[in-house]
Every structure is written in structure tokens, then in C-alpha cells.
């Protein structure tokens, strides 16, 4: 059974870049057909996808975040890792790692979560 | 990007009720639409995928129907441990999900 456990700071100051780290156990990161994803949830709001990086490489974001976002897996480590850059308050949140499908989108595999806050 | 909006927000039920939620995307999505419940402090957990396919130790009391805009999810005989917040989630482009409907006690 696959693990998924974030990691990364919890306070981040405004207009710094954040970055998460997702240790995968259980499975390979380059295995099957996965979306190694990344999603947040805003304090008492709804769940957003951020992105993933294919089991092949390729990578896709939410055009809300694409000119922000990088997610990149490192084999080595079995870990794929998200860098989010000049972040502000609105980048509050809880950011989660998942695997995700087949089917493509559905999330059945999460981690526990890491909030990250925002603020000077 | 595809609207997912999800009726009501709030439910209040009680143990026993039958329970349906809905939730309508922006434009056809055809089947690729799953069904979270999450609750207070715990990530989110899958229910239903394609619609209408209930995942692998999901009560039978959930199901899930619809397709195209329009998608249901209900609960047949509501238990004390399905009270929590339900999301859907469109798999069809750029996923997105809904704002949530929070099932509360009566």
C-alpha cells in the first residue's frame, strides 16, 4: 500500500518561494500509470489541483498556477517535490501529495497534509 | 476552466434520512466526475469514481448517478459516521472541484 508524507516549512514570508517534498513508500514514483499530484485547500475553502508530473516525466498545471509552479520527481530519492514561487497570503493553505488514478483524476491515494502559512 | 457547483452547501439530516447532493459543472463532462467525503483534519476520501463507480470498501449506501452536467450523489439510510463534507470533482480537463456540501446533524 503506498505512503505518501509531505514536508516543507510551515511559515513562509510573502514574495519567498515555497517548497514541499513528497517521500513516496510502498510504490515507485516511476511505476504504473500515476499522476503524482500536488492539491491545496484554502483555510475553510474547496480543494484546488495545482499539478502533477506524469510516471513518463511530462508535467501539467493549473493555468492558475503555471507560471509559478514547478513539480519535478527525483528517482533517486522515490520523492517528487513542488517549488512555488513569490507566494502571498492567498497561497495559504493545506497542500497535500497524492497519487492519483487510474482513472485519470480520481485521488485515492493522499497524504496527511502540511499546512503552510503565509505571512511576515 | 470548468465551474463545479455543488447544491445545497449545508444539509442537515438525521440518522436514517436518505440524503442526495448535487452538483453541476460548468459544461459536459460526460462521466469524469468523482466523489470525495472529507472530514475535520483528515485529507479527503474517495467514494465514487466515473460517476457512478463505488469504490472498493465504500458502504453500498453511497451511490453516484448522472452524467454530462448534472450529477447526484446519495446516501441511502444515513449513519452516524457519514456526517462530514462532500466534494465532487470533475476529471475531464484541468480538474476542479466543488465548493462542498457539509452534512450536519439535525
Known amino acids: 500500500q503506498v505512503q505518501l508524507q509531505e514536508s516543507g516549512p510551515g511559515l513562509v514570508k510573502p514574495s519567498e518561494n515555497l517548497s514541499l517534498i513528497c517521500n513516496v513508500s510502498?510504490?515507485?514514483?516511476?511505476?504504473?500509470?500515476?499522476?503524482w499530484t500536488w492539491i491545496r485547500q484554502p483555510p475553510g475553502k474547496r480543494l484546488e489541483w495545482i499539478g502533477y508530473?506524469?510516471?513518463?516525466?511530462?508535467?501539467n498545471y493549473n493555468p492558475s498556477f503555471e507560471s509559478r509552479v514547478t513539480i519535478s520527481v527525483d528517482t533517486s530519492k522515490n520523492q517528487f517535490s513542488m517549488r512555488l514561487i513569490s507566494v502571498t497570503a492567498a497561497d495559504t493553505a493545506i497542500y497535500y501529495c497524492?497519487?492519483?488514478?487510474?482513472?485519470?483524476?480520481?485521488?485515492?491515494?493522499w497524504g496527511q497534509g502540511t499546512l503552510v502559512t503565509v505571512s511576515s | 476552466d470548468i465551474q463545479m457547483t455543488q447544491s445545497p452547501s449545508t444539509l442537515s439530516a438525521s440518522v436514517g434520512d436518505r440524503v442526495t447532493i448535487t452538483c453541476r459543472a460548468s459544461q459536459s463532462i460526460g462521466n469524469w466526475l468523482a466523489w470525495y467525503q472529507q472530514k475535520p483534519g483528515k485529507a479527503p476520501n474517495l467514494l465514487i469514481s466515473k460517476a457512478s463507480n463505488l469504490e472498493s470498501g465504500v458502504p453500498s449506501r453511497f451511490s453516484g448517478s448522472g452524467s454530462g452536467t448534472e450529477f447526484t450523489l446519495t446516501i441511502d439510510s444515513l449513519q452516524p459516521d457519514d456526517f462530514a463534507t462532500y466534494y465532487c470533482?470533475?476529471?475531464?480537463?484541468?480538474?476542479?472541484f466543488g465548493q462542498g456540501t457539509k452534512v450536519e446533524i439535525k
Open positions: 508530473s506524469y510516471s513518463s516525466g511530462s508535467t
Open positions: 510502498g510504490d515507485s514514483v516511476t511505476s504504473g500509470t500515476y499522476y
Open positions: 497524492a497519487r492519483v488514478g487510474p482513472p485519470a483524476g480520481s485521488v485515492r491515494d
Open positions: 470533482q470533475q476529471c475531464y480537463s484541468y480538474w476542479t
